[in-house]
């Protein structure tokens, strides 16, 4: 007889092949919070960019554009990629467009799409701020001159890209502006991962979040821990699809948010 149960903790399954090999090629991130969070991002760069990938690997890209618009805190920078399929869309101006804010615990990443102010340097909410200036351009002049339709903007990201990805789609909501069509929550950090049995195999620490909290913001705050927050809280938000990974501290935190968004009425998948 199969559960109707719906799970809250993922299973950490077998580490794949490919994974495997590739950490076998790289050294070791030292993300330990201690010396120049420069050279952590230098190295985690270096691993991770866009450009480490085999060609084979890559999407296939028509042109890429780098932009900037005028954001709360200053100018933000962008990279749009535009894709080799879809033009026509684009003249007829029903285009989608998906904002992705990269993961690396809210200190490092190799930005791909859009070049949001990192911590240390700077905290909650200024990365929900930007997050929300560029929903609102793409919504408005800038994607109507790049022939996006306003009923296609998707929000996504993986890790902390997916944590600020959960917060923007409640921060829309709650102040009454357009929604984003869909979230798209990669191994998302839905919630600091305190106690789940994931973040206890991967031996994850929360110097990261400590980095991205302003003194006096509480880590249960909504906008900081979607994922603690309760059904009612959690309704009528964009519909999500939600991915996590087996060897993942924030594993559970993922598996667990999906559970709640259900619960709450949203559709996920």
């Not at 991962?193 to 929360?206: I, Y």
Request: proline fraction near 7%.
């Amino acid at each position: 007889m199969v559960s109707k149960e719906l799970p809250t903790v993922g299973t950490r399954t077998k580490l794949d092949l490919e994974l495997k090999t590739f950490l076998s090629k790289n050294p070791e991130l030292h993300l330990g919070g201690i010396g120049d969070f420069h050279e952590e991002r230098s190295d985690h760069t270096k691993v991770f960019g866009f450009h480490s990938l085999p060609k084979g690997q890559q999407a296939p890209i028509q042109s890429v554009e780098f932009t900037a618009i005028r954001g709360p805190h200053g100018t933000i920078p962008l990279r749009i990629f535009y894709p080799k399929s879809g033009e026509g869309r684009k003249r007829a101006g029903d285009a989608g467009a998906l904002i992705y804010f990269h993961g690396g615990g809210y200190t490092i990443g190799t930005v791909y799409a859009v070049e949001y102010r990192l911590a240390l340097e700077w905290r909650f909410p200024t990365q929900l701020d930007e997050y929300v200036a560029v929903a609102e351009w793409l919504h408005g002049s800038g994607g109507k001159e790049r022939g996006v339709s306003s009923e296609k903007v998707m929000g996504g990201g993986d890790s902390a890209g997916g944590n600020m990805t959960t917060a923007v789609s409640l921060r829309l909501r709650d102040e009454g502006k357009k929604p984003l069509v869909a979230q798209i929550l990669l191994y998302p950090e839905a919630r600091l991962p305190f106690d789940t049995p994931a973040a206890s195999e991967n031996n994850s620490e929360l110097y990261l979040e400590y980095h991205y909290l302003p003194r006096g913001t509480p880590p249960t705050h909504k906008y900081v821990s979607p994922g603690i927050q309760s059904n009612d809280t959690l309704k009528n938000v964009p519909p999500a699809a939600v991915f996590t990974c087996g060897f993942d501290p924030l594993r559970d935190v993922g598996v667990e948010y999906g559970t709640k968004l259900k619960q709450a009425g949203n559709q996920v998948a």
